[in-house]
């Protein structure tokens, strides 16, 4: 799997409203463990949500405010796209594009939600969620 020198943020209308996606349409989802731009899921929580990494330049499409697009440095040295100061992250329960299996699960210390285009959590449950762990 090569790694892409950019990433793309855009937008999905859900149930549980207007959500970030990545360029596979795939959702994006924060952990509120985090601090503000520093991540906190490394080792098995980086391999059960991949964060969204990207070496160049952030694309924001969909109405994703790119004021709100950065990037952070990981402890492994990789870079990773944050939202509002939020690091964004996949979940490998997502298999397809659109799910938001990961909304609302307690892991590694910590609830996941999805992000609205506003850049704050989205804490409402998705009535077709499927049961987490």
């Known amino acids: 799997m090569s790694t892409s020198s950019s990433a793309t943020v855009s937008t999905k209308s859900t149930p549980l409203g207007k959500i970030l996606v990545n360029g596979k349409g795939h959702t994006l989802y924060l952990f509120q463990s985090d601090q503000k731009n520093k991540s906190t899921c490394n080792g ?3 391999k059960a ?3 969204l990494k990207a070496n160049g330049k952030t694309i924001a499409k969909g109405g994703v405010n790119s004021k709100l697009l ?5 402890s492994d040295g990789s870079k990773q796209v944050t939202y509002n100061g ?3 992250y996949t979940f490998t329960d997502d298999t ?3 799910q938001t299996n990961g909304q609302g699960i ?8 999805v992000l609205g285009t506003d850049g704050k ?4 449950q998705s ?3 499927s049961g987490g762990y």
């Open 121 to 124: 959590q989205i804490t409402k």
């Open 49 to 51: 949500w991949p964060p």
């Open 44 to 46: 098995d929580c980086a």
């Open 106 to 113: 307690d892991a590694f210390g910590a609830k996941w939600y």
């Open 70 to 74: 950065s990037a952070i440095t990981r």
């Open 127 to 129: 009535s077709s969620q």
């Open 86 to 88: 939020h690091p964004l």
């Open 96 to 98: 397809k594009a659109g």
